[in-house]
């Protein structure tokens, strides 16, 4: 935790949304960790003791916990014991809200910590609970979930996992020596063309894998207005600070997962990366903000868009891009091109060779829209099929709720994660190591391996129904 008072909350901001100054994030030490630590064992395919019942603390209900919070508050088997806030208006809410869900007969008594930088030390030197959920300012994510694991949680943190190489490597060590799950909490993966792409590719209608495409393109200007507590107190200030792709893991996790990478099949080799120059943000504080506004003093250095390439060990490219600055609608482009056909998304299609059986006559022509009934009747993941009437009112369509109730059923099942812990990390690293290609003119940066060569023993995804 040497690293945790250099990073401090500032105290008009929620764990969810700190107003941090963020140094840029290019990891500067070491790119191997070739060493397993004395005693430390594998997690790929690690499944933890079943858990009866799932005792869970929340730090940061802000913006992105409440809705963790209540999904998981609802479920058979679990019980919230803390909830963990610098605002004591949040963690009264919160706290109210989760024993109402639990009707009296669950959740009867959740602590409450805050007013306090480091009260989330307390809460889990006092409290004890098997799981943590992090859901604050990414500068957190990282020092939060190793001390968790250090205390006998396993640690659950919303994306990225961390900003430099060395967290995500002290992650791994903390994790393998500890052995405790750190899962970071990819949502997209548990959406249903996600789902159902995944269920295709494992059934080989794509051939063999070429080239994939993914981002996370979703104008969030407006998030300059959350100046107190919300989540552009904190961010806006990455945006000044660093110059890369800094939010990947929404468009690659699924990918990734689609070629089996760092599990068995292949892994991430290495990275290049390209930013544009840095014009929406000063351009949209100089219009929307008075001349001596914190904003318009920030001299923005991170690029309107960021493209990078990754090469993977046995030869394929996946296309990885970021904007959150550019008006344009949203998307994350989940695109897979395999020797037989290609699959795409925003909006969905698909091109076969030969065409799509009572659809398309040949690879020229996307099958989309209502022409693609038969293709979830068929190819739907069956994890979705039983989920999903479960789920579909929850956050993002459903998906946060689907990842949730996994999170909680692998914990009580004794079962490993839907997504492990060195999957968390080669998709965050495109962060940190995008970052250095960017400031180097696009020279090529090798992934560490984050598994120390445990990638090719380690099984795939399975189809889970």
């Given at each position: 935790m040497k690293n945790i008072n250099r990073r401090n909350f500032i105290r008009k901001t929620s764990?969810?949304?700190?107003?941090?100054?963020?140094?840029?994030?290019?990891?500067?030490?070491?790119?191997?960790?070739?060493?397993?630590?004395?005693?430390?064992?594998?997690?790929?395919?690690?499944?933890?003791p079943k858990l009866e019942t799932v005792r869970a603390a929340f730090i940061g209900v802000g913006s992105r916990g409440p809705g963790h919070l209540k999904f998981f508050a609802s479920l058979p088997g679990t019980e919230v014991v803390a909830i963990c806030d610098l605002y004591q208006d949040f963690t009264e809410k919160w706290s109210k809200e989760t024993k109402a869900i639990g009707k009296g007969k669950r959740h009867k008594k959740i602590a409450q910590y805050y007013g306090d930088e480091n009260q989330w030390k307390t809460m889990l030197d006092e409290v004890k609970p098997d799981v943590v959920f992090i859901a604050t300012n990414w500068s957190n994510?990282?020092?939060?979930a190793i001390e968790s694991m250090k205390k006998g949680a396993h640690a659950f943190v919303e994306v990225p996992i961390g900003i430099t190489l060395e967290e995500m490597w002290e992650l791994?060590?903390?994790?393998?020596?500890?052995?405790?799950?750190?899962?970071?909490m990819e949502n997209v993966n548990y959406n249903r063309e996600e789902l159902m792409y995944l269920n295709m590719c494992r059934q080989g209608v794509i051939g063999d894998f070429l080239h994939a495409e993914a981002s996370y393109i979703h104008e969030l200007r407006s998030q300059m207005e959350d100046q107190e507590r919300g989540t552009g107190s904190w961010r806006t200030y990455h945006y000044a600070n660093r110059?890369?792709?800094?939010y990947p893991t929404h468009g690659l996790g699924p990918v990734a997962q689609y070629m089996n990478l760092g599990r068995s099949d292949d892994n991430?080799?290495?990275?290049?990366?390209?930013?544009t120059q840095a014009l929406g943000r000063k351009l949209y504080a100089e219009k929307n903000y008075p001349a001596d506004h914190k904003w318009n003093k920030l001299d923005y250095k991170g690029g309107d868009l960021n493209t990078s390439i990754i090469k993977t060990k046995v030869g394929r490219t996946i296309m990885v891009q970021w904007d959150e600055t550019s008006p344009r609608p949203y998307s994350r482009l989940n695109l897979i091109q395999g020797t037989k056909g290609i699959l795409a998304g925003f909006p969905t299609r698909i091109a076969?060779?030969?065409?799509?059986?009572?659809?398309?006559?040949?690879?020229?022509?996307?099958?989309?829209?209502?022409?693609?009934?038969?293709?979830?009747?068929?190819?739907?993941?069956?994890?979705?099929k039983r989920l999903n009437e479960a789920t579909k009112d929850t956050g993002h369509g459903g998906m946060d709720g689907m990842?949730?109730?996994?999170?909680?059923?692998?914990?009580?099942?004794?079962?490993?994660?839907?997504?492990?812990?060195?999957?968390?990390?080669?998709?965050?690293?495109v962060g940190p190591l995008s970052e250095r290609s960017v400031a180097s003119g696009g020279a090529p940066q090798n992934f560490p391996d984050f598994t120390r060569g445990n990638w090719k023993d380690t099984n795939p995804l399975a189809i889970i129904s």
């Open positions: 764990l969810a949304g700190a107003a941090l100054a963020i140094a840029p994030a290019i990891a500067k030490g070491a790119y191997s960790n070739s060493e397993r630590p004395y005693g430390a064992k594998y997690m790929g395919d690690f499944a933890a994510h990282a020092p939060m791994v060590n903390t994790s393998e020596q500890t052995q405790k799950h750190c899962m970071m110059n890369g792709n800094l991430f080799g290495s990275l290049v990366s390209f930013s076969l060779e030969g065409g799509v059986e009572g659809v398309t006559d040949n690879h020229h022509t996307w099958a989309q829209g209502e022409q693609l009934a038969a293709i979830y009747e068929k190819y739907d993941h069956p994890l979705y990842m949730m109730y996994r999170i909680v059923e692998c914990l009580q099942n004794g079962l490993p994660l839907d997504q492990n812990l060195y999957e968390g990390c080669f998709w965050s690293a």
